[in-house]
């Protein structure tokens, strides 16, 4: 029988977001097993944390480098990291596990600065272990059932792509533990909203179309008095292949929870598709038709029905997107082909995104090249 891929996390803290959706995500499928963390720099909290997640006490470290090295000398120990901590600790928690042989699935963005993007790649590139980025987006059945339309002709020729996400939760001086961070650059890095949710918008834009962004024109605010880093963003885009389109993110929008939306145009049909009804995607013909499909539907195609548990009009949502994600790594783990999982080049042009971007708009430089 296979046995269960063992998981070791760091990050993931009380009180944190995404570790716990890391642990749900990655145990949904019974492939993977959260076995050991470094939950938190305190090690009271990471040991407080361990007990949430009911695993051996012994097990909850103070450190990521305890975890490595005790984990090392186990027969049962992880056979991988995930790196759900804030953006500026992605890279070394990533250099200690690929310097330990270990695989790693990390948290958008992929660092916190470019340049350590190109250690992150160099480093990943080296020890030659699978490495999986969690844009968590790409995960949703329609999501992929709409990249394997675009990519089959659906819409014809690529005309426009317009990208929203929009929330309005940091429309006030941040409070918080999930906000704190966030708006400060030693720990977010070079990008606010553009690294937090931007790169989300960006990554979705050229998942579904297979296309290239190759040219920004990027406007960058900080709105709320006292930010440094962005919280307001309009980005407008140019294809490789000439098509146009806007990405619109923003954190300052009152009202707005996680209103990603992505609307995209071809000469033959246009399609639709939002985040917070995910189990429905639009698509509209030139000649007046229309087509909903629903998730769970049988005229879906094996990139979105292979990662559907329920039936059509039994909702799977966020946690089952995340764990898709999870279920193609595990597979890479296994030596078997997941192609759709975003790996280290996704993760690259994120953050090649996000610096140009920050850095043309700050600038006030109009259209940019946006360089592989
Ligand atoms: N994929 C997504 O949809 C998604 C959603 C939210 C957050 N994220 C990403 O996940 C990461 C964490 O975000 P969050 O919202 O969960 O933040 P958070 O502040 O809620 O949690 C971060 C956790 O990391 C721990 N931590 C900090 N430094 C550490 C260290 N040196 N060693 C071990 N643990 C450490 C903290 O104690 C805390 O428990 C960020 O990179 C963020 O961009 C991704």
Redesign the pocket.
């Known amino acids: 029988m296979m046995r269960r891929l063992r998981m070791g996390m760091?990050?993931?803290?009380?009180?944190?977001?995404?570790?716990p959706v890391h642990r749900i995500a990655a145990e949904l499928d019974r492939e993977i097993e959260l076995v050991a963390g470094?939950?938190?720099?305190d090690a009271a909290?990471s040991r407080a944390a361990g007990e949430c997640y009911r695993i051996d006490p012994a097990r909850a470290y103070a450190s990521?480098e305890a975890m490595l090295a005790a984990e090392a000398a186990r027969e049962d120990g992880i056979d991988f990291v995930t790196i759900?901590?804030?953006?500026h600790?992605?890279l070394p928690a990533a250099r200690a596990a690929l310097a330990a042989g270990i695989p790693v699935m990390t948290?958008?963005?992929l660092t916190a600065t470019l340049e350590e993007a190109h250690e992150m790649s160099c480093l990943v590139k080296a020890a030659g272990k699978p490495f999986g980025v969690?844009y968590?987006y790409s995960g949703y059945p329609l999501v992929r059932e709409a990249r394997a339309r675009v990519a089959a002709g659906a819409l014809g020729t690529l005309r426009k792509v317009v990208v929203e996400y929009r929330q309005g939760w940091l429309a006030r001086a941040a409070e918080g533990?999930?906000a704190e961070?966030r708006v400060d650059p030693a720990r977010a890095g070079l990008g606010g909203c553009i690294g937090?949710i931007g790169v989300?918008a960006f990554h979705l834009a050229e998942f579904i179309t297979g296309a290239r962004v190759n040219e920004i024109m990027p406007d960058l605010a900080a709105v709320v008095p006292g930010r440094v880093l962005d919280d307001d963003c309009t980005v407008l885009l140019r294809f490789a292949n000439g098509a146009r389109g806007a990405l619109l993110a923003s954190q300052i929008e009152v009202g707005e929870l996680n209103g990603l939306r992505i609307r995209i145009y071809g000469d033959k049909a246009g399609l639709v598709w939002a985040q917070e009804t995910p189990n429905t995607l639009e698509l509209h013909y030139n000649d007046g038709r229309s087509e909903i499909l629903h998730a769970g539907g049988g005229q879906l195609g094996p990139d979105s029905a292979s990662r559907t548990r329920t039936p059509g009009g039994h909702p799977e949502g966020y946690l089952e997107a995340f764990a898709n994600l999870y279920r193609d790594f595990s597979a890479q783990l296994r030596g078997e082909a997941a192609p759709l999982l975003p790996g280290i080049a996704d993760g690259m042009r994120g953050m090649a995104f996000i610096d140009t971007a920050v850095k043309a708009s700050r600038a006030g430089a109009g259209w940019v090249k946006l360089e592989d």
């Open positions: 760091i990050g993931g803290g009380p009180g944190s977001f995404i570790g470094a939950f938190s720099s909290n990521l759900a901590s804030p953006n600790h992605h948290d958008k963005p969690t968590t533990k999930q961070w937090d989300h």
